[in-house]
């Protein structure tokens, strides 16, 4: 059963505790993506990454890191620096360049106790 | 600065009813305009989508009219149902980077 997973599908964070919210896909694709996604704000890409070893920010990356190890996970870490974490965060994957269709997990949401 | 501007934020419509979300843009390097549906607690589906070379594209009950001189593509709805109700989000792909932008969504309500 393809597809991309999503863990935890809740995660609570304490005041200046480092989070890290985890993705994984078995698609073989080699682009991946994380988006926030806030009521009435649509999706804002965090970071992503086209091949492993390698990822770019993207519009919103301040108070987050990533990493891309393995072609199939890309976690993200949500820092004590990012002073409003309270959202619902997608991955996303897609084969790769000039492959258009991007294909998104079940979602993280992330609540501050 | 959105990158992709949608709109209505709120749509109600009756069942039955042609529901129509509207989504404009300025970066003439996008190539690549989906369309997804979001339902409460899930991630965003793949609906429907479009290249620039297409004016039109259908697939069912979902229509998407694409507009190059203008930069404006919208998405249609015929016959819309209850289960229909759902968020929509425009997106566009630009040609390098690999990189989507997606717009701030249309919360859709279809009454019974």
């Known amino acids: 059963d393809g597809g991309i997973t999503q863990s935890p599908k809740y995660l609570f964070r304490k005041e200046g505790q480092n989070v890290t919210l985890s993705c994984e896909q078995n698609l073989n694709h080699d682009a991946m993506y994380w988006y926030r996604q806030d009521p009435g704000q649509g999706l804002r890409l965090i970071y992503y990454s086209q091949i492993v070893n390698d990822f770019q920010k993207g519009d919103i990356a301040e108070g987050y890191s990533v990493s891309r190890e393995k072609k199939e996970s890309f976690p993200l870490t949500v820092t004590s620096a990012q002073k409003n974490p309270t959202a619902f965060y997608l991955c996303a994957s897609n084969p790769g360049p000039w492959r258009e269709t991007q294909y998104f997990g079940p979602g993280t949401r992330l609540l501050v106790l | 600065q959105q990158q992709v501007k949608q709109s209505p934020q709120s749509l109600i419509v009756q069942k039955g009813g042609i529901s129509i979300i509207n989504c404009a843009y300025e970066n003439t390097a996008f190539d690549y305009f989906p369309w997804y549906q979001q339902f409460p607690g899930k991630g965003p589906a793949l609906l429907i989508a479009?290249?620039?070379?297409?004016s039109e594209k259908k697939e069912g009950r979902f229509t998407i009219s694409f507009n190059k001189s203008a930069k404006q593509f919208s998405l249609h709805i015929m016959d819309s149902q209850p289960g229909d109700s759902a968020t929509y989000f425009c997106a566009a792909r630009r040609d390098t980077g690999n990189q989507f932008y997606f717009g701030t969504g249309t919360s859709l309500t279809v009454i019974p």
């Open positions: 479009i290249r620039p070379d297409v």
